[in-house]
């Protein structure tokens, strides 16, 4: 079963940023955050991943709390195309991804 | 260059008939997966291969049957089709690095209806 709790689904304007919160209260101290999206009909995508720091990179921020219980993507320009299910996931022992059921960002002009 | 391929897209076939879905990464990745997504949307993983060598096996009928010749290719085949494996069928590739760290790059999908 996935370990996080994300909203059912969230709208942005396009051109404004993007929040997507994820809960993982029982994140052990070794295991990451990870976001994926999935765009619709194609296969999931990665975006990023991080600890505890704050991450950034050409496609978003990663933004965890300092107990890492939570944490936030933020899209910071949205457009259109960024409209698709959103999957924060915890990272399992060895190479396994959990997909839960995701957050569907529409994203509207 | 596509990165993951998988053939077909799309696939309809009777019940009880057998199945084959190819995946083929050229990313030179080491390890490869198969993930099945339902109705419900759930991804869910498979397999999951290192080097040729079975390391992911969730619980999957044993009519679920992954072969992989070579590091680049991981086929899917499917003995006596039934009404529930239809879903999308991902494939996916990643390397193995020390740690886990390894991004993986999904296939488009293959998208099997079983009637």
């Known amino acids: 079963d996935a370990k996080t709790t994300q909203p059912t689904s969230m709208d942005c304007a396009e051109g404004r940023a993007a929040n997507l919160p994820c809960n993982h209260s029982t994140i052990s101290g070794n295991e990451y955050v990870y976001w994926y999206r999935q765009i619709h009909s194609q296969g999931p995508q990665y975006i990023i991943h991080?600890?505890?720091n704050n991450e950034t990179n050409e496609m978003a921020s990663l933004i965890i709390t300092e107990d890492r219980k939570s944490s936030t993507l933020i899209l910071p320009h949205a457009t259109l195309r960024d409209t698709a299910v959103y999957y924060c996931?915890?990272?399992?022992?060895?190479?396994?991804?959990?997909f839960g059921a995701g957050t569907i960002l529409r994203v509207k002009s | 260059d596509t990165a993951v391929s998988q053939t077909p897209k799309y696939l309809v076939t009777q019940m009880g008939n057998d199945k084959s879905i190819k995946c083929e990464q050229n990313l030179g990745h080491d390890t490869m997966y198969w993930y099945k997504q339902d109705s419900k949307k759930f991804l869910k993983i498979m397999f999951s291969y290192n080097n040729k060598e079975l390391i992911i096996n969730e619980t999957v009928p044993n009519r679920f049957s992954p072969k992989s010749p070579d590091k680049a290719h991981l086929n899917l085949h499917i003995n006596s089709l039934e009404l529930g494996d239809s879903a999308v069928y991902f494939c996916?590739?990643?390397?193995?690095?020390?740690?886990?760290?390894?991004?993986?790059?999904f296939g488009p999908g293959t998208r099997l209806t079983v009637l």
């Open positions: 996916a590739s990643s390397q193995l690095a020390q740690g886990f760290h390894n991004e993986q790059f």
């Open positions: 991080g600890l505890k």
């Open positions: 996931i915890v990272r399992e022992y060895g190479n396994k991804l959990v």
